[in-house]
């Protein structure tokens, strides 16, 4: 389970790539704004030019000089007012100003942690300052009815000051607690957008195989239009590929049959005059040949049949009946190979099919069940429904096929490699053809005891309340 949630995280979607985007484009955003922020600070002469504030500052000063307390207070209450105006966060000298107040050689106030070795080395000029690797500007005033001084001290350095908001967390605080509460909406966002993307994907999900129509669906929005207009462009070159295809394969296919059976018959005709056992034995050859290749273009005809009747509209089919009248015709054949055909059917069974693709399959599935059963054998026929499917089992009594090559046999001319009895390879292929056109699935298992194939099919019932 662990291991499902780490992959499900790890697996690249869009919706999650366009999200981490967003959250990335605010994080540029919000850093581009803070670095703006820092460089018109450290541009803005800030407080140092204002003569209102160092007017305060020294009338606070000389005026309560008789009442340190107050005058500590006060100028404390002006300091913290400085800092709340014109500080960036927090109130450490690297983000906010500083200030410094001397009487003579006498220091009667400053604020706390203020940058050491800061000193004008003119009054009432502005300068820039370089203390500790730091940039800072400071412009000192001095009282014109006393020598009280007053020094204001601001931050000059963006890029500092941009790494000490950091550390304090004014930089990354705001972005880890906006995130979580910006997700869930910038979600929603891209999954609404995402809506008509999604809408030609469910319609390209419930689309059968052998369905190369172009999509209904045309959106209007340009760059889903130019990739459904794509998508149809490609379904129509397939469509016509496999058209051209289906046509020469049944137009060799019905060529072939008029040789063949010519051939068949000349050879008939030859082996009834045959004067010895040698050229009865060659033709006896021809003839197997002949048959070989009667069934081969036989089967090809049905393949292309069934692929042919893939858009023919379904119809209600009573299972149960067509399984027992193709049993009575393969009766014969069962006959001729000394096998016997059981049928076991619990109910009455109806689905959704096409009446000669069902033929095709039923045919071609105990057709082989007679063919690889022993003289004696049994081919057992059962249907049955479980929940709301139908299950149709071929099982007989031959060698069965390998679990290796279960899935290999649905290849079209495939055959298994230990198989000794003569085929195309196409008859399983036609088989998995039909059933995937009928919604269905099919499967190939070892019989009961171990001994033989079972061939399992199933179908979605037509009225499954019946059931």
Same mark, same amino acid.
């Given at each position: 389970?662990?291991?499902?949630?780490? !992959?499900?995280?790890?697996?690249?979607?869009?919706?999650?790539?366009?999200?981490? @985007?967003?959250?990335?484009?605010?994080?540029?955003?919000?850093?581009?704004?803070?670095?703006?922020?820092?460089?018109?600070?450290?541009?803005?002469?800030?407080?140092? !030019?204002? #003569?209102?504030?160092?007017?305060?500052?020294?009338?606070?000063?000389?005026?309560?000089?008789?009442?340190?307390?107050?005058?500590?207070?006060?100028?404390?209450?002006? #300091?913290?007012?400085?800092?709340?105006?014109?500080? *960036?966060?927090?109130?450490?000298?690297?983000?906010?100003?500083?200030?410094? *107040?001397?009487?003579?050689?006498?220091?009667?106030?400053?604020?706390?942690?203020?940058?050491?070795?800061?000193?004008?080395?003119?009054?009432?000029?502005?300068?820039?300052?370089?203390?500790?690797?730091?940039?800072?500007?400071?412009?000192?005033?001095?009282?014109?009815?006393?020598?009280?001084?007053?020094?204001?001290?601001?931050?000059?350095?963006?890029? #500092?000051?941009?790494?000490?908001?950091? &550390?304090?967390?004014?930089?990354?605080?705001?972005?880890?607690? &906006?995130?979580?509460?910006?997700?869930?909406?910038?979600?929603?966002?891209?999954?609404?957008?995402?809506?008509?993307?999604?809408?030609?994907?469910?319609?390209?999900?419930?689309?059968?195989?052998?369905?190369?129509?172009?999509?209904?669906?045309?959106?209007?929005?340009?760059?889903?239009?130019?990739?459904?207009?794509?998508?149809?462009?490609?379904?129509?070159?397939?469509?016509?590929?496999? @058209?051209?295809?289906?046509?020469?394969?049944?137009?060799?296919?019905?060529?072939?049959?008029?040789?063949? @059976?010519?051939?068949?018959?000349?050879?008939? $005709?030859?082996?009834?005059?045959?004067?010895?056992?040698?050229?009865?034995?060659?033709?006896?050859?021809?003839? &197997?040949?002949?048959?070989?290749?009667?069934?081969?273009?036989?089967?090809?005809?049905?393949?292309?049949?069934?692929?042919?009747?893939?858009?023919?509209?379904?119809?209600?089919?009573?299972?149960?009946?067509?399984?027992?009248?193709?049993?009575?015709?393969?009766?014969?054949?069962?006959?001729?190979?000394?096998?016997?055909?059981?049928?076991?059917?619990?109910?009455?069974?109806?689905?959704?099919?096409?009446?000669?693709?069902?033929?095709?399959?039923?045919?071609?599935?105990?057709?082989?069940?007679?063919?690889?059963?022993?003289?004696?054998?049994?081919?057992?026929?059962?249907?049955?429904?479980?929940?709301?499917?139908?299950?149709?089992?071929? $099982?007989?009594?031959?060698?069965?096929?390998?679990?290796?090559?279960?899935?290999?046999?649905?290849?079209?001319?495939?055959?298994?490699?230990?198989?000794?009895?003569?085929?195309?390879?196409?008859?399983?292929?036609?088989?998995?053809?039909?059933?995937?056109?009928?919604?269905?699935?099919?499967?190939?298992?070892?019989?009961?005891?171990?001994?033989?194939?079972?061939?399992?099919?199933?179908?979605?019932?037509?009225?499954?309340? @019946?059931?």
């Amino acid at each position: 389970m662990m291991l499902r949630g780490w !992959n499900w995280l790890l697996r690249p979607t869009l919706v999650r790539r366009l999200l981490l @985007a967003q959250m990335l484009l605010l994080t540029v955003l919000w850093s581009l704004f803070i670095g703006y922020a820092m460089f018109e600070t450290s541009r803005a002469p800030g407080p140092i !030019n204002l #003569d209102r504030t160092y007017e305060a500052i020294l009338g606070v000063a000389d005026n309560l000089a008789d009442e340190p307390e107050r005058q500590f207070k006060v100028l404390h209450m002006i #300091d913290q007012a400085v800092r709340e105006g014109y500080g *960036v966060g927090g109130d450490t000298p690297k983000l906010s100003p500083s200030i410094r *107040v001397q009487q003579g050689d006498r220091l009667i106030y400053q604020s706390e942690d203020i940058p050491a070795g800061i000193h004008n080395s003119r009054l009432d000029d502005a300068e820039t300052i370089y203390a500790n690797g730091v940039r800072w500007r400071a412009r000192t005033v001095q009282s014109p009815h006393s020598d009280t001084r007053v020094t204001i001290i601001v931050p000059a350095d963006a890029l #500092d000051m941009l790494v000490d908001m950091n &550390s304090r967390g004014y930089y990354s605080l705001p972005l880890l607690i &906006s995130l979580p509460f910006l997700l869930l909406p910038a979600w929603l966002s891209i999954r609404v957008a995402l809506r008509p993307w999604s809408r030609i994907a469910r319609e390209v999900a419930a689309r059968g195989p052998h369905n190369l129509a172009p999509l209904a669906f045309k959106p209007k929005h340009l760059e889903l239009s130019s990739m459904v207009d794509r998508i149809n462009g490609l379904l129509l070159r397939i469509s016509d590929s496999v @058209a051209r295809e289906r046509n020469f394969i049944a137009d060799a296919a019905h060529e072939l049959r008029t040789p063949l @059976a010519a051939m068949r018959v000349n050879a008939e $005709a030859l082996q009834s005059q045959a004067a010895n056992g040698q050229q009865q034995e060659l033709l006896n050859g021809i003839l &197997s040949s002949s048959n070989r290749a009667t069934r081969l273009v036989s089967q090809l005809l049905l393949l292309v049949r069934s692929d042919a009747t893939a858009s023919v509209s379904m119809e209600p089919l009573a299972l149960d009946v067509l399984v027992q009248d193709r049993l009575a015709i393969l009766s014969a054949l069962a006959k001729a190979q000394h096998i016997e055909l059981e049928l076991t059917s619990e109910d009455e069974f109806f689905i959704f099919a096409r009446r000669e693709s069902l033929t095709s399959l039923i045919d071609n599935l105990v057709d082989n069940a007679i063919k690889y059963s022993p003289a004696g054998g049994v081919v057992t026929v059962g249907l049955r429904h479980e929940q709301d499917e139908v299950v149709l089992s071929i $099982a007989d009594e031959g060698p069965g096929i390998a679990p290796a090559l279960r899935e290999r046999v649905f290849d079209r001319f495939f055959r298994n490699p230990d198989q000794t009895q003569s085929g195309s390879g196409l008859g399983l292929a036609i088989a998995r053809s039909v059933v995937l056109q009928h919604s269905g699935k099919i499967r190939l298992d070892a019989a009961d005891g171990e001994q033989g194939l079972l061939v399992e099919v199933r179908f979605p019932l037509a009225w499954p309340e @019946a059931a």
